[in-house]
């Protein structure tokens, strides 16, 4: 859906494509003068002219209009233009080209880049998640730790942010260990917390309840509240 809107958008001129199209021709598998030829096209389509002639194609570049006749047929092959036929109001047939091929494939193109470029931030903060973790253990992380790790990202579906939240409750409580960050995401995971401010938020009246109840068991050696973090 969202990908049939961009290209409708496209073809109605609410988006900038040609800075699109720039960026982005040589993923399509285009070279320069095709690329210069669509931008033509588009350019004539934007002027109300729906099919120029070779002629005035050309004209326009420094291509004959037999080269240009040969990229257009090949553009056509690439599925990157295509000749639409219609008729008037008058019932006068007439042709046009359609850039909604190419507009696909950009869209297409730019969705994977996308996908793409979140899966590399995604390595990037995992790489960094270990890192982190070695730092505060001060040691190399053990393979069965490595497996966990993997285990709270890929099946868990932790956010490495919130992993490392619960890697700084677990040092904040003294009891920097696997089994202890475990419960913590288990409980945030339980409770619906799924940001860092609404882990700070729960983690601040955990600890405000805790000490509450530190000073109950002072004062009237009740039984202390349950810390549902210990082991």
């Known amino acids: 859906m969202k990908k049939d809107m961009m290209v409708a958008w496209m073809e109605e001129g609410m988006l900038v494509v040609p800075q699109m199209l720039m960026a982005n021709y040589h993923k399509l598998g285009l ?107 001060g040691r190399p992380l053990s393979p069965l730790e490595c497996e966990t790790l993997a285990m709270w990202v890929d099946q868990d579906f932790h956010d490495a942010a919130m992993i490392k939240s619960a890697l700084r409750e677990a040092v904040i409580a003294g009891k920097l260990n696997f089994r202890y960050i475990d419960r913590i995401l288990f409980e945030w995971k339980k409770n619906g917390i799924k940001t860092i401010e609404q882990a700070r938020q729960y983690g601040k009246k955990f600890h405000q309840q805790r000490v509450k109840s530190s000073e109950v068991k002072k004062s009237s050696n009740m039984v202390p509240f349950y810390n549902w973090l210990e082991q």
């Open 31 to 137: 070279n320069e003068t095709e690329l210069v030829i669509l931008l033509q096209i588009f350019s004539f389509i934007e002027e109300g002219k729906h099919f120029p002639t070779l002629e005035e194609i050309s004209g326009r570049m420094t291509i004959s209009s037999s080269e240009c006749s040969d990229i257009l047929r090949r553009l056509i092959q690439k599925q990157c233009l295509t000749i639409e036929e219609g008729y008037s109001s008058d019932h006068i047939r007439f042709e046009s080209y359609s850039l909604k091929p190419l507009w696909h494939k950009l869209v297409d193109e730019m969705m994977l880049s996308k996908k793409e470029k979140q899966f590399e931030e995604q390595l990037k903060n995992e790489e960094n998640l270990y890192t982190t973790f070695e730092q505060e253990f």
